[in-house]
């Protein structure tokens, strides 16, 4: 039987509560599918920068480089911050060193109750971002400047390989889907964003059977409130998809049912759209949900798509009753209690 090693990265914050929950699901699917999973927890996060003095430790990242999948919970806490003042972000490091371009959330409505705007009901919001996980304005975060400076710049990076293949996956999974890809930019202002409107627009030309749409990004996150039911797949540059991608998760309940799946030429880390949530921490009450659809989009990946299907059929079953929900959603029902009834779904 295959064996697949996956390494856990609880991190901080509500992070160790949502992974524990989520692996729980995964050990609940596992007997029904072809295949197992040896689980390997690694130190990483603001608290393992605190306990060693590195965020990040050397023998962390060769875990998850030797593993087959990666599974994260979040990471960084607000008080724990470099001399420059910006957050330890240790999940933001592994993309690059991982080389994991592609940032793929999937934004899925299971139930009405979730969304705050009137009239959709579940499935009716069903698209996925492509964020471009390893340049655009992120490229500058390593910079630092000088203490007293009185002007400082960041760059915003786009490469022809770096724009073709987050563009091509993109098209790729369209093609899977309902055939329509939006281009997200800011090409009617920024040089980057036209070079990347015109790959973007040469890559179109090989999906003749893809609906293409060019959206500049503040139009985009009026059209994500006034028509969400029109998207499919969107792509876009690295902190446009990082604004998007909480705007998107607040029309199906927020952070905590949004899931991602940060994908590379060998690699793959999957962990929840949201952050460590500290005002929340240690409360026993995050939800769930978007670490287990990650683990969900996890077994896609590694080739168990049926394993992905049954968790998400499951979690939809859970979330069709609206009285399965957590504090997030305006519930009562605590993480495990939200695991538990997925389990029981399953
Ligand atoms: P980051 O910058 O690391 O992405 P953030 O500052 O955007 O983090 P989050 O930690 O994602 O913030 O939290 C944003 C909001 O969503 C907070 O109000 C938080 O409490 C809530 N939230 C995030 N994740 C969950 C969850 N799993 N369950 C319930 N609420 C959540």
């Given at each position: 039987?295959?064996?697949?090693?996956?390494?856990?990265?609880?991190?901080?914050?509500?992070?160790?509560?949502?992974?524990?929950?989520?692996?729980?699901?995964?050990?609940?699917?596992?007997?029904?599918?072809?295949?197992?999973?040896?689980?390997?927890?690694?130190?990483?996060?603001?608290?393992?920068?605190?306990?060693?003095?590195?965020?990040?430790?050397?023998?962390?990242?060769?875990?998850?480089?030797?593993?087959?999948?990666?599974?994260?919970?979040?990471?960084?806490?607000?008080?724990?911050?470099?001399?420059?003042?910006?957050?330890?972000?240790?999940?933001?490091?592994?993309?690059?060193?991982?080389?994991?371009?592609?940032?793929i959330r999937p934004i899925y409505l299971y139930h009405e109750v979730h969304c705050p705007l009137?009239?959709y009901g579940a499935g009716e919001i069903d698209f996925v971002i492509f964020?471009?996980?390893?340049?655009?304005?992120?490229?500058?975060?390593?910079?630092?400047?000088?203490?007293?400076?009185?002007?400082?710049?960041?760059?915003?990076?786009?490469?022809?390989?770096?724009?073709?293949?987050?563009?091509?996956?993109?098209?790729?999974w369209?093609?899977k889907r309902r055939?329509k890809?939006?281009?997200?930019?800011?090409?009617?202002?920024?040089?980057?964003?036209?070079?990347?409107?015109?790959?973007?627009?040469?890559?179109?030309?090989?999906?003749?059977?893809?609906?293409?749409?060019?959206?500049?990004?503040?139009?985009?996150?009026?059209?994500l409130?006034?028509?969400p039911k029109d998207f499919d797949v969107l792509?876009?540059?690295?902190?446009?998809?990082?604004?998007l991608s909480d705007l998107a998760a607040g029309l199906v309940g927020g952070m905590g049912m949004a899931p991602s799946a940060?994908?590379?030429?060998?690699?793959?880390?999957?962990?929840p759209s949201h952050?460590?949530?500290?005002?929340?921490?240690?409360?026993?009450?995050?939800n769930?949900v978007a670490t287990i659809l990650s683990v969900a989009l996890?077994?896609d990946?590694?080739?168990?798509?049926?394993?992905g299907e049954m968790i998400r059929q499951a979690t939809a079953r859970v979330l069709a009753?609206?009285?399965n929900?957590?504090?997030?959603l305006?519930?009562?029902?605590?993480?495990?209690?939200?695991?538990?009834?997925i389990?029981?779904?399953?």
């Amino acid at each position: 039987m295959k064996r697949f090693k996956v390494i856990l990265l609880p991190g901080d914050g509500i992070g160790p509560e949502v992974v524990s929950e989520a692996v729980r699901v995964l050990k609940a699917v596992e007997p029904h599918l072809e295949v197992r999973f040896d689980l390997e927890e690694q130190p990483c996060g603001a608290g393992e920068y605190l306990r060693s003095g590195d965020p990040l430790p050397a023998a962390t990242v060769e875990a998850c480089r030797a593993a087959d999948a990666t599974l994260l919970g979040a990471m960084g806490l607000p008080d724990v911050r470099w001399p420059d003042g910006t957050e330890m972000v240790p999940q933001i490091d592994i993309r690059e060193i991982l080389d994991l371009y592609a940032g793929i959330r999937p934004i899925y409505l299971y139930h009405e109750v979730h969304c705050p705007l009137k009239g959709y009901g579940a499935g009716e919001i069903d698209f996925v971002i492509f964020r471009e996980n390893c340049e655009g304005l992120f490229a500058s975060r390593k910079n630092s400047y000088p203490v007293g400076a009185l002007q400082v710049e960041d760059t915003l990076r786009i490469t022809r390989h770096g724009a073709e293949r987050i563009i091509r996956a993109a098209f790729e999974w369209s093609m899977k889907r309902r055939k329509k890809c939006t281009l997200v930019d800011k090409a009617n202002v920024l040089p980057t964003m036209a070079y990347f409107r015109s790959i973007f627009d040469e890559i179109a030309r090989e999906y003749p059977e893809v609906t293409t749409e060019r959206v500049y990004v503040d139009a985009a996150s009026l059209f994500l409130l006034q028509r969400p039911k029109d998207f499919d797949v969107l792509v876009t540059e690295n902190m446009f998809g990082d604004i998007l991608s909480d705007l998107a998760a607040g029309l199906v309940g927020g952070m905590g049912m949004a899931p991602s799946a940060d994908i590379g030429p060998r690699h793959g880390v999957f962990q929840p759209s949201h952050g460590t949530a500290p005002s929340i921490a240690g409360k026993g009450i995050a939800n769930p949900v978007a670490t287990i659809l990650s683990v969900a989009l996890m077994l896609d990946w590694l080739g168990v798509p049926q394993g992905g299907e049954m968790i998400r059929q499951a979690t939809a079953r859970v979330l069709a009753d609206p009285a399965n929900r957590t504090a997030d959603l305006g519930g009562a029902l605590s993480t495990s209690g939200m695991a538990s009834k997925i389990i029981e779904a399953l």
